[in-house]
């Protein structure tokens, strides 16, 4: 019988992952934050994936983190202020032998989560798939995309990765996944900030083109700095091919602001400043866009860590 696939976080991911999941008949739970959350989920028939115009619905089981039912694989989808804490609450169901597959944006959150638990194998991932909640337990699957996973302690694959297969997940294993993780935080910092200032869609930016290149300018200096040079290269024209391929789109900090929900600034453009700190390294065009975008969050009464 296959292991149960544990799913902390009823966002976006969290829900596209778990009905999949679900739909290749593998077992699947989903662990949300309280009594609360869980009444409201059970009020309803399950989680419904909405994809390419059609919904279909997946009796999944919803639970809350004190079940005591011991858990071997665990996707943490939740946003990357929320991992460390949501992990911390699960440590003691997880198995001597547990798994964690970490879906979260930016950086720092993951080595928070892997410190906190050493005895688990952490594996990180990186997504491209795009999807949004039409409501609660309801997404629609917007971007077909891609994942990569890898362990930068553990090179070789989990077996279950044939579940992902199985599953319809389009997915590659990464023996560089830091790599892959540098390069997403940058494509987020040239893109997710301006977005929110400018208050547009992705497509818009072409219109700042001269803002674009200099923080692709610096951010590529940032990773040749922190040793990731294949991070860096040619890293504005991947930039202004994200920002054409996802024209219409909303960047997800511009939904989170837009929705007055605190954004994952800390672990993007609060990330990358601190490791330019770290490295004695002025980037002024980097560091006065953080200054702009924490005002604007202040002045909205919104978190900015």
């Known amino acids: 019988m296959s292991t149960t696939w544990y799913v902390l976080g009823a966002g976006s991911l969290g829900t596209l992952w778990a009905t999949r999941l679900a739909r290749a008949g593998l077992p699947v739970r989903l662990i949300l934050r309280d009594r609360e959350r869980l009444a409201s989920y059970q009020a309803g028939p399950g989680l419904t994936l909405v994809e390419q115009g059609h919904a279909h619905t997946y009796p ?11 858990i071997q694989r665990l996707l943490v989808a939740c946003k990357a202020y929320d991992a460390l804490a949501a992990v911390k609450q699960l440590a003691p169901r997880l198995t001597h032998d547990a798994e964690l597959i970490l879906l979260q944006n930016g950086l720092g959150s993951q080595d928070a989560v892997a410190a906190q638990l050493p005895q688990a194998r952490c594996i990180f991932a990186s997504s491209t798939e795009g999807a949004f909640r039409e409501s609660d337990w309801r997404v629609v699957f917007a971007g077909h995309g891609y994942t990569w996973l890898g362990d930068a302690g553990q090179p070789a694959p989990p077996f279950w990765l044939d579940d992902l297969q199985a599953a319809g997940i389009p997915h590659e294993w990464s023996t560089d996944i830091l790599t892959r993780l540098w390069r997403k935080l940058a ?13 547009c869609r992705n497509g818009e930016l072409q219109t700042h083109h001269c803002e674009v290149a200099t923080l692709c300018l610096e951010l590529a200096e940032l990773l040749e700095y922190c040793g990731q040079p294949a991070a860096a290269q040619d890293l504005q024209t991947e930039v ?13 900090m511009h939904q989170d602001v837009a929705n007055a929900r605190r954004t994952e600034i800390s672990y993007l453009l609060g990330y990358a400043c601190r490791a330019a700190t770290r490295h004695q390294l002025t980037l002024p065009h980097l560091q006065q866009l953080q200054a702009r975008l924490v005002n604007y969050l202040n002045a ?3 978190p900015s860590d």
């Open 60 to 70: 999944i089981i919803g639970e809350t983190p004190d079940n005591p039912e011991p």
């Open 240 to 252: 202004e091919r994200v920002i054409q391929a996802t024209a219409a789109n909303y960047s997800s």
């Open 187 to 199: 494509l987020n910092c040239a893109i997710n900030p301006l977005t929110v200032l400018h208050q």
């Open 300 to 302: 909205r009464g919104l």
